[in-house]
């Protein structure tokens, strides 16, 4: 039998509509395009929340957030929370990865269960899952432990207390640094050569691993998972000079959605980058940087599909290339990635699986999910579904061509505590929840405390008018609230009863286990006994 091996690809940020094979008008993509024709192009997909953390921990549990409690960045995965890795543990399968997980480890839950960090045990539970083959989160604040990447930095010369922001995230030279955080500096080059910058680094990085791995007998699931194009908005030459105005599409937007919107929305409104962001010489600096950061993305896909082909694994590497959550970039006077306008909750979904090829160079336009990734590689690698604890769907299905029966409705989440709109609203840490449902026509934000928001993306595609508040519409709100009351309602945590032994328990078994409730006396006692052999 064939081993097969998966090549899970993800960017940070990088929005739905910023791929050549996506529509974009003007950013050619022509390796991520190739990936297309090789596969299914998944247009509906949808990530289960708009922020990093959360929409990662999705991905890798196949679970909801509100199953899984990690809520924001930086909110530890709980100890015990199941995940891709264990499930691809039991079936023989290295779960690896080369680059980011916005993963924070349950130190409290490991040492109240005496689970060392450095034990083997302890560093499958603090990654997520994964084997860290390599580790970087692309954030590398002062004080902390300096990743490889910076100490590659550093061999090459480019020394500083934090190489990564000194040279690989900002402009300029050491008398005038410019630093790459602020959003005046994006049209500027990096301080460090292409070759040496993130992107290339982790894709030398994942090659490196698969080389490694060809002498191993066990398949593998490697997460590369690129930075970039997430900010600081920042990229080398040439790729900083590659786009300019006549390139950027038009901004998205309406005077209407500033008229009265609804307070939630107002309040993000007001966020810093949300002004800066309003402003068009901030979306003419920061762009063409966005643009250049995913065309060298696209160039480094070309590389590593090379080395794939060089490798003789390209026929027996299923690749998948996604996203965990869009970006504004100035639309609906909105940065950052946050609320749930399609822009920054609808994601590219690209999978290529060389053992379907009836569907490569098609379309798919079901209602996707971020954790329909996990059940997906689980059936890929030979394993059987869990149900009670994987509440995403298996996509072998619509890759094969076929017609199952599938959702009606997609789900989001948001939690705003930890945003200056907690305060600005006067809400308490509890009640700073956003749900939304997604039916592919209506889309239903369910605000505590406040009206909901309703959008008709059928006669209102770019989500401009609010009907949340209209009369008219009052029983559309109605149905998608309940259907967002039905999902909220679904038993999510039973995850140590699966479904098949609740089915298979029976009468005889009640009646093995010596608990005799609600008999008269021995004779209908006796009955019961005989009924129930005869059922067996």
Not at 127 to 134: I, M, T, W
Not at 386 to 398: F, M, W
Not at 468 to 492: N, Q, Y
């Amino acid at each position: 039998m064939t081993r097969r091996n998966v090549l899970f690809i993800m960017c940070d940020q990088l929005r739905w509509d910023y791929l050549g094979c996506y529509g974009h008008p003007s950013l050619r993509t022509p390796n991520i395009d190739v990936l297309a024709a090789r596969g299914v192009r998944f247009t509906r997909a949808y990530v289960q929340s708009p922020v990093c953390g959360p929409s990662r921990m999705s991905f890798y549990t196949g679970r909801y957030m509100r199953s899984h409690g990690s809520n924001w960045n930086q909110f530890p995965l709980r100890v015990g929370e199941p995940t891709l890795g264990d499930h691809l543990n039991e079936l023989g399968v290295r779960n690896v990865l080369v680059g980011k997980t916005h993963m924070r480890a349950d130190l409290e839950g490991m040492q109240r269960l005496g689970i060392p960090p450095d034990s083997r045990l302890g560093v499958h539970v603090a990654q997520c899952g994964f084997e860290p083959y390599e580790r970087d989160d692309g954030l590398h604040p002062d004080p902390a432990p300096r990743p490889a990447y910076d100490r590659y930095l550093r061999d090459l010369g480019y020394d500083a207390a934090n190489p990564w922001e000194h040279w690989a995230n900002s402009g300029g030279d050491d008398e005038a640094l410019l630093n790459g955080w602020l959003l005046a500096h994006a049209d500027k080059p990096a301080r460090i050569p292409e070759e040496h910058s993130e992107t290339p680094y982790m894709t030398r990085r994942a090659m490196a691993f698969i080389a490694e791995a060809q002498a191993d007998a066990r398949p593998w699931c490697l997460h590369l998972s690129y930075i970039k194009p997430h900010w600081p908005y920042i990229v080398p030459a040439p790729y900083h000079a590659m786009y300019g105005h006549n390139d950027l599409v038009p901004v998205v937007r309406s005077e209407a959605e500033r008229a009265d919107p609804h307070p939630v929305y107002r309040a993000f409104m007001d966020f810093r980058v949300a002004r800066n962001f309003a402003r068009e010489e901030v979306r003419a600096r920061v762009l063409p940087a966005y643009m250049g950061l995913i065309k060298q993305i696209d160039d480094q896909i070309g590389v590593l599909m090379a080395f794939l082909d060089a490798r003789g694994l390209t026929e027996t590497t299923t690749v998948v290339f996604t996203s965990d959550h869009g970006d504004y970039l100035g639309d609906h006077w909105l940065g950052e990635k946050d609320l749930f306008h399609e822009c920054s909750v609808r994601v590219p979904l690209i999978v290529a699986d060389p053992s379907t090829p009836a569907a490569h160079g098609t379309s798919c336009g079901a209602l996707v999910e971020a954790i329909d990734l996990a059940p997906t590689f689980i059936e890929m690698f030979g394993g059987i579904p869990k149900p009670n604890v994987l509440e995403g769907r298996s996509l072998l299905p619509l890759l094969r061509g076929e017609r199952p029966d599938w959702r009606a409705c997609v789900f989001s989440e948001y939690d705003y505590s930890m945003m200056d709109a907690r305060a600005a609203l006067g809400r308490k840490p509890a009640d700073c929840r956003l749900f939304m449902v997604f039916d592919g026509r209506w889309k239903y934000i369910h605000a505590p405390g406040f009206r909901p928001m309703l959008f008709d993306l059928a006669t209102d595609p770019d989500e401009f008018h609010d009907l949340g508040a209209s009369p008219a519409h009052a029983p559309e709100c109605a149905r998608l609230k309940e259907a967002l009351l039905a999902w909220a309602l679904r038993d999510h945590n039973r995850i140590t009863m699966p479904d098949a032994r609740i089915e298979a328990y029976s009468r005889a078994a009640q009646l093995k286990s010596g608990v005799l409730i609600g008999y008269w006396d021995e004779a209908e006692l006796a009955q019961a006994r005989r009924e129930a052999e005869l059922n067996e």
